[in-house]
């Protein structure tokens, strides 16, 4: 294989970095004097490529001709140790579909492991679909701490279709709204408690016998 004589590649410069800034005049811009290139005007292959800010040297990079479209394995800056993928198009991962060697229900297919720091899944202008035969979600904690998954929607938060939901807490279970709560039953609606307490406003001016005006300012969201 030759080394080509085809224009600069324009990688990369959809990464990113901590900052997300190119060096500045107080900052070493990235030099490399023995970096190798291969390639036509159908893509490449280069060892020891700059990106574009000059803050990052990729030991290898593989390239089409447009810049947004390639994989990097970055070894200098603040990238020091990434893997970097960029694609205009779709990105597509396809594995286990060979049944000799993946068993359906007892083997890991696909693996994503970061064994320090957080793993992000972000879909800036879209839907993220989870589906499977099973989903489970597990938040193991770490140290006595942690081990909890958290639901935040600015709309609705919808379970549906599911024959039974059930919902089983060691210590407290609560429902709380700021408007109404409804709960029916179109054949039979069981409540049971070792002690049952019903408390409205009644008690808001003057506590009733067993003191449950403490009990209603507490759940009082007005």
Same mark, same amino acid.
């Given at each position: 294989?030759?080394?080509?004589?085809?224009?600069?590649?324009? !990688?990369?410069?959809?990464?990113?970095? @901590?900052? +997300?800034?190119? =060096?500045?005049?107080? /900052? *070493?811009? %990235?030099?490399?004097?023995?970096?190798?290139?291969?390639?036509?005007?159908?893509?490449?292959?280069?060892?020891?490529?700059?990106?574009?800010?000059?803050?990052?040297?990729?030991?290898?990079?593989?390239?089409?001709?447009?810049?947004?479209?390639?994989?990097?394995?970055?070894?200098?800056?603040?990238?020091?140790?990434?893997?970097?993928?960029? !694609?205009?198009?779709?990105?597509?991962? @396809?594995? +286990?579909?060979? =049944?000799?060697?993946? /068993? *359906?229900? %007892?083997?890991?297919?696909?693996?994503?492991?970061?064994?320090?720091?957080?793993?992000?899944?972000?879909?800036?202008?879209?839907?993220?679909?989870?589906?499977?035969?099973?989903?489970?979600?597990?938040?193991?904690?770490?140290?006595?701490?942690?081990?909890?998954?958290?639901?935040?929607?600015?709309?609705?938060?919808?379970?549906?279709?599911?024959?039974?939901?059930?919902?089983?807490?060691?210590?407290?279970?609560?429902?709380?709204?700021?408007?109404?709560? %409804?709960?029916?039953?179109?054949?039979?609606?069981?409540?049971?408690?070792?002690?049952?307490?019903?408390?409205?406003?009644?008690?808001?001016?003057?506590?009733?016998?067993?003191?449950?005006?403490?009990?209603?300012?507490?759940?009082?969201?007005?």
């Amino acid at each position: 294989m030759a080394e080509s004589r085809v224009p600069p590649n324009r !990688s990369n410069d959809r990464l990113s970095s @901590k900052s +997300g800034q190119p =060096p500045t005049g107080t /900052d *070493q811009a %990235e030099q490399n004097f023995n970096a190798i290139r291969y390639g036509n005007d159908k893509g490449s292959l280069s060892f020891g490529h700059i990106h574009k800010q000059g803050d990052v040297t990729a030991g290898v990079l593989l390239a089409s001709p447009r810049g947004d479209h390639q994989l990097s394995l970055d070894i200098s800056g603040e990238r020091t140790g990434w893997t970097c993928s960029t !694609s205009p198009g779709n990105f597509q991962v @396809k594995c +286990g579909f060979d =049944p000799e060697k993946i /068993d *359906q229900k %007892e083997n890991e297919s696909l693996i994503l492991n970061a064994e320090n720091g957080n793993i992000t899944i972000l879909a800036s202008n879209g839907k993220i679909r989870l589906q499977g035969i099973d989903i489970e979600l597990n938040a193991l904690g770490k140290d006595g701490s942690g081990g909890s998954i958290i639901m935040n929607a600015n709309e609705n938060v919808e379970i549906a279709h599911c024959k039974k939901f059930l919902v089983n807490s060691s210590t407290l279970t609560k429902m709380v709204s700021a408007g109404k709560c %409804e709960i029916s039953a179109n054949s039979l609606l069981s409540i049971y408690g070792s002690i049952v307490k019903a408390v409205t406003d009644a008690c808001s001016k003057k506590d009733s016998k067993t003191g449950n005006k403490t009990f209603q300012k507490e759940n009082n969201q007005t």
